[in-house]
């Protein structure tokens, strides 16, 4: 059984920053590329940067330029470093397994996310 634990949130002030990360226990397919979401208070729950198995990354136009999305050489650690925080960076962050393209698929069978990690950036 899959399990993605987040950690790593808290609160911080704008301009400031935040390192998290993810622990991934389980077998993960190596189609299945990793990500992190957000979800603000009544919004919708955003993709906003995905990594590969080999290392292959894309950011959403929301923090392209200030996040980094990371993992470690066994995919059993997720990292996102987030630095230039704004205030419209409060959310929960979730971990999860993801597909991004035909080559890059992650089967339903194996889609997992984890809790998430509340990060509330304030002015």
């Known amino acids: 059984q899959v399990q993605l634990a987040e950690s790593g949130g808290g609160s911080v002030q704008a301009g400031g920053s935040l390192k998290l990360s993810c622990a991934i226990s389980?077998?993960?397919?190596?189609?299945?590329?990793l990500g992190w979401y957000r979800q603000a208070p009544e919004k919708n729950l955003d993709l906003i940067s995905t990594i590969t198995a080999d290392g292959a990354t894309n950011y959403g136009a929301s923090v392209k330029g200030r996040f980094t999305i990371s993992q470690d050489n066994l995919r059993d650690t997720l990292y996102l470093e987030m630095n230039n925080l704004k205030t419209e960076d409060t959310a929960m962050y979730y971990c999860a397994t993801v597909s991004v393209d035909g080559y890059n698929y992650c089967p339903p069978e194996q889609h997992f996310r984890g809790r998430g990690t509340q990060v509330t950036v304030s002015s």
């Open positions: 389980g077998y993960i397919f190596s189609t299945c590329a």
